[in-house]
């Protein structure tokens, strides 16, 4: 009984993967395949080669992909890579701004904004608790 088990135990534990391209030419794997999208299986199941064959062993194989593709991978990678640094530069400066504008209606009490039609008018009490506290959530929630 026990050896019958120790055999199927490596198909037990193989889980199905999943490969396909988004729509950014972006290749993705997972688990489960994607809602309306193709995906194909990928065969998780190959055995290591033997000791003294011609095959490199798979920690070797740099890549599956034609070079070509490679190369599109990897410039959307970089491209993703700049978007998100350009965002978070952006998020921090945003951030530089509410830390000032709190500070500045913290430290003033009489702080004027303009009404929209060029006249500048006096903010009340109220208006300028409220914009402290929206100021300090969007701190709390972005700012981290």
């Known amino acids: 009984m026990g050896s019958l088990l120790l055999a199927l135990a490596p198909t037990v534990m193989a889980a199905q993967v999943y490969k396909w391209v988004d729509a950014q030419g972006i290749t993705h794997f997972g688990a ?13 199941n190959t055995a290591p080669p033997k000791p003294g064959s011609n095959f490199p ?4 194989i740099k890549s599956t992909l034609p070079p070509s593709e490679d190369e599109k991978q990897k410039a959307a990678d970089e ?22 504008d709190v500070a500045q209606l913290k430290n003033n009490p009489r702080i004027r904004v303009d009404d929209g039609n060029g006249d500048l008018r006096r903010i009340s009490e109220e208006e300028r608790q409220e914009r402290i506290a929206t100021s300090e959530k969007s701190i709390r929630e972005n700012c981290n």
């Open 79 to 100: 491209k993703v890579r700049q978007e998100v640094a350009q965002q978070d530069a952006e998020r921090l400066k945003q951030c530089d701004k509410l830390r000032t």
């Open 32 to 44: 489960q395949p994607p809602e309306g999208a193709e995906a194909a299986k990928v065969n998780t």
């Open 57 to 60: 062993p798979p920690a070797a």
